[in-house]
């Protein structure tokens, strides 16, 4: 499985966009990028996933370059309730039972 | 839809008690996980079931043992709680089999002492 490294720590200002990178420089063509959020103390929380397209939806936009060595979560309008820690995820779909591997992810914190 | 719920919230045993962890799922999604989180650490998948009727192995199995009752619930079983089993349980589903697209419960935090 293709290693993720994500920055350790982000600050965004309420109300702005909070862009997200992860570098995934050995991804493999058939392995997707998956995004998860993990508030404190709760479960984490799916949000996006991709192969090579572009993704949105009504919680984030996924943009991915075109050679596919790294992948930009974004979040469009920052709230307080988004400071969490953010887990970008490369895996085969289907395969290997559906374990997820997380990694340290990147700390947001969503500032007044 | 309540999602994925777990019960209970938090539980405190001793040294060689047995518990069962109850999970169920409300989205008729054909996988189910249970994950245990460490303090600063990652998840780490304790089983898994595909479908109905299966069940596997994950990373971290030993001292656990799981029951998928039926499509709905997916139950883990501590047959005698060890101090290591200290962690937070998080269970979770999926519509694919083995599908990374996971839904996750609010968790269950376990103290053995």
């Known amino acids: 499985d293709a290693k993720t490294t994500q920055p350790p720590s982000m600050d965004c200002a309420e109300g702005r966009a909070a862009n997200l990178p992860c570098n995934h420089s050995?991804?493999?063509?058939?392995?997707?990028v998956y995004w998860y959020r993990q508030i404190h103390s709760q479960g984490p929380q799916y949000i996006i996933h991709?192969?090579?397209n572009n993704e949105t939806n009504e919680m984030a936009s996924l943009i991915i370059t075109e050679d596919r060595k790294s992948s930009t979560l974004i979040l469009p309008h920052a709230t307080l309730r988004d400071t969490a820690v953010y887990y970008c995820?490369?895996?085969?779909?289907?395969?290997?039972?559906?374990?997820?591997?997380f990694g340290q992810g990147t700390e947001l914190s969503v500032k007044p | 839809n309540a999602g994925v719920t777990q019960t209970p919230k938090f539980q405190v045993l001793k040294t060689g008690q047995s518990m069962t962890l109850q999970c169920a799922q409300d989205m008729n999604h054909n996988s189910m996980y249970w994950y245990r989180q460490d303090p600063g650490m990652g998840l780490r998948l304790i089983y898994y079931?595909?479908?109905?009727?299966?069940?596997d192995k994950g990373e971290v199995p030993n001292g656990y043992n799981v029951s998928r009752l039926n499509k709905r619930e997916f139950s883990l079983r501590l047959e005698s709680a060890a101090p290591s089993q200290t962690s937070v349980y998080f269970c979770?589903?999926?519509?694919?089999?083995?599908?990374?697209?996971?839904?996750f419960g609010p968790g269950t935090r376990l103290t053995v002492t």
């Open positions: 079931s595909a479908s109905e009727g299966t069940t």
């Open positions: 995820i490369v895996r085969v779909a289907g395969n290997q039972g559906g374990k997820l591997i």
């Open positions: 979770a589903s999926s519509v694919l089999a083995g599908g990374y697209e996971q839904y």
């Open positions: 991709g192969l090579k």
């Open positions: 050995t991804i493999s063509g058939n392995e997707y």
